[in-house]
């Protein structure tokens, strides 16, 4: 067996096990698609004070971020993940007296613990898959793990459906789904922690053996590469774009076909956007598309779906959500890679800035709900309601386009 094999086989299992820790990160996001209209329901909410609920998982990646690289550089990316699936176990057991006492303050509370699990999580597995192999094939790894992460993003829906039901909310029918929870969280703690994955770092990440010639070399903080810089930006509002739709899909849906059963089962439609895109990555790049110019296409497909589901008739324009995710499914991939390129020992930092951008998972849907609120004329909001509020994510895409174009490039002038 060559050395390349040997070096290929080598990577299978670790990025096998990455696959289920991102597995529990979409699971972790995914449960915010069915709190919304649940604890909207339950506590008698606006639109916008509902989308709080995102705003408590993706506010702590701001908060959070940045002491997430100190950790993880002081005791690497496999502790650092045993540590996360910790504290994410403790957020969902916290939904348990948050339920009882039937607080939505003590929901946020819970949502926002979990979230800083999450963020310890993200800042361990997304550098770890990047530096996994070879750059010029990152977006392959990270589609395969982005398949992982948005069937958990369906599921979680799903799962939490057979204890919930969305025309009669209990809160107290949230204790046992979250029980559950904590305890597979805690089992995944210990499995990481006696698993293979071996340690890894980046091109002239320790900074004694770092290259004198390369592009960190003469660098003395990480605010002096412009290219991550404008990564970070990128970053934000394409979480926040990849999250509106998971978060907004069931109002969305009952607005459009009324009071249906299974609600939850429309959260489908994000997942079966996304893995399409992600199995396009898997299929497509670099044999016929490199990860560039894929992000370049899959932002003007985002405005074009976005205006779709702007003027379309409401019927049509809700599987324009569909395709939006299509288009969101490898900006992510193509984004990450091209962001953290040539950082060297600033490699920890740079994803630990990185890992503060998914706050905008939190910002612009919260934005979405306050347009919702600000244009609706009834006391619901209606359909045409939440069209309008979707214009908040053609900057957004806008913005990725210019980074797929020209941002990136900076680093290189």
Not at 52 to 76: C, D, H, M, N, Y
Not at 160 to 178: C, E, M, N, S, T
Not at 279 to 288: E, K, L, S, W
Request: one cysteine or more; hydrophobic letters at 55%.
């Amino acid at each position: 067996m060559n050395q390349a094999s040997t070096k290929k086989n080598s990577t299978i299992i670790p990025l096998m096990l990455v696959g289920v820790m991102f597995f529990v990160i979409g699971f972790g996001v995914g449960i915010s698609g069915f709190l919304i209209p649940a604890l909207k329901s339950a506590f008698g909410l606006t639109t916008g004070q509902s989308y709080l609920v995102t705003a408590a998982i993706f506010s702590a990646f701001v908060i959070f971020g940045r002491p997430t690289g100190w950790i993880i550089k002081k005791i690497g990316y496999k502790r650092s993940m045993v540590l996360a699936f910790i504290i994410m176990a403790l957020g969902m057991f916290l939904f348990v007296p948050s339920s009882n006492a039937v607080s939505f303050p003590l929901f946020l509370l819970a949502l926002f613990v979990g979230g800083i699990g999450n963020t310890l999580l993200q800042g361990s597995v997304n550098p770890y898959v990047t530096i996994l192999g070879p750059l010029d094939t990152a977006a392959v790894r990270m589609s395969l793990m982005g398949i992982m992460n948005k069937m958990a993003w369906w599921l979680a829906p799903v799962f939490l459906g057979i204890f919930i039901d969305l025309k009669d909310v209990q809160v107290a029918d949230i204790i046992l789904p979250f029980y559950i929870v904590t305890g597979i969280l805690v089992v995944l703690a210990v499995f990481v922690h006696f698993a293979p994955l071996p340690e890894v770092k980046a091109e002239g990440e320790d900074e004694e053996t770092a290259d004198a010639s390369s592009y960190a070399a003469g660098k003395t903080s990480i605010l002096q590469f412009p290219h991550l810089m404008l990564g970070v930006v990128a970053l934000f509002l394409y979480v926040g774009i990849e999250t509106l739709p998971m978060a907004s899909i069931i109002d969305f849906a009952r607005a459009t076909f009324g009071e249906v059963d299974n609600l939850q089962s429309y959260a489908k439609f994000v997942t079966m956007g996304l893995v399409a895109g992600y199995i396009f990555g898997v299929i497509a790049i670099p044999r016929f598309i490199s990860q560039t110019r894929a992000l370049v296409a899959f932002a003007v497909l985002g405005i074009i779906s976005t205006l779709l589901l702007i003027y379309l008739p409401p019927k049509f324009a809700f599987y324009a959500l569909l395709l939006a995710s299509f288009s969101n499914s490898l900006m992510w991939p193509a984004i990450w890679p091209l962001a953290m390129k040539d950082l060297g020992k600033f490699t920890k930092a740079g994803a630990s800035l990185l890992v503060m951008a998914i706050v905008g998972g939190a910002v612009i849907p919260l934005i979405f709900g306050s347009m919702v609120d600000a244009v609706k004329t009834t006391e619901v909001a209606l359909v045409g309601d939440y069209q309008m509020g979707y214009w908040v994510m053609v900057p957004c895409y806008l913005f990725i386009l210019y980074f797929a174009i020209a941002g990136y490039k900076v680093r290189t002038k």
